[in-house]
T-cell receptor
């Protein structure tokens, strides 16, 4: 069965510093996609970044980058130059690309607090 | 353009009441998903529509849960005879693509409280 594990319930980071949020996954399918979403206190899930299992390079989107280590089945999110607005819950999710539904399987989430 | 919208944002129901939650996806998005998010947890899949066809309802927790998308756009999630364990945030998401990376865009959710 596919599974996403986020082992850090809560993280603190000083404003302007970088922070890494951990994510490991388990799947036997060779084709899959990995996503990170941000959920502020308002509740809406905001798409941040995507990594496909066959992508040769690590994904980057502005201040967000994904440290993808396929052999270790990890897909950690790196946020550079943290801002106060980055305080939120962060979810790692996996999509089975061989599935005809594309449903996402989410981890438990990590709460990030950015200190001024 | 407009994002995914959901209504109502908050709903309080007495145990045993029926509720209906509405989702307006992004115009033109083929795929529509419903997820249930318990407090402090990650969202869990409930059901999936491709246009008007409900292709996967494996996540619906009981036969009290019913979803429809009759014209391939707006969707309604109905919960009959609500129970306290139904209290959660119900998230709707839509996606333009059926295949490919297919990132999902989420609405703000409906927070259901069953008393």
């Amino acid at each position: 069965a596919q599974k996403i594990t986020q082992t850090q319930p809560g993280m603190f980071v000083q404003e302007k510093e970088a922070v890494t949020l951990d994510c490991t996954y388990d799947t036997s399918d060779p084709s899959y996609g990995l996503f990170w979403y941000k959920q502020p206190s308002s509740g809406e899930m905001i798409f941040l970044i995507y990594q496909g299992s066959y992508d040769q390079q690590n994904a980057t989107e502005g201040r967000y980058s994904l440290n993808f280590q396929k052999a270790r089945k990890s897909a950690n999110l790196v946020i550079s130059a943290s801002q106060l607005g980055d305080s939120a819950m962060y979810f790692c999710a996996m999509r089975d690309r061989s599935s005809n539904t594309g449903k996402l399987i989410f981890g438990q989430g990590t709460t990030l607090q950015v200190k001024p | 353009g407009a994002g995914v919208s959901q209504s109502p944002r908050y709903k309080v129901a007495k145990r045993g009441q029926d509720v209906a939650l509405r989702c307006d996806p992004i115009s033109g998005h083929v795929s529509l998903f419903w997820y249930q998010q318990a407090l402090g947890q990650g969202p869990e899949f409930l059901t999936y529509f491709q246009n008007e066809a409900q292709l996967d309802k494996s996540g619906l927790p009981s036969d009290r849960f019913f979803a429809e998308r009759p014209e391939g756009s707006v969707s309604t999630l109905k919960i009959q005879r609500t129970q306290q364990e139904d209290s959660a945030v119900y998230l709707c998401a839509s996606s333009l693509e059926v295949s490919g990376r297919g990132e999902q865009y989420f609405g703000p959710g409906t927070r259901l409280t069953v008393t």
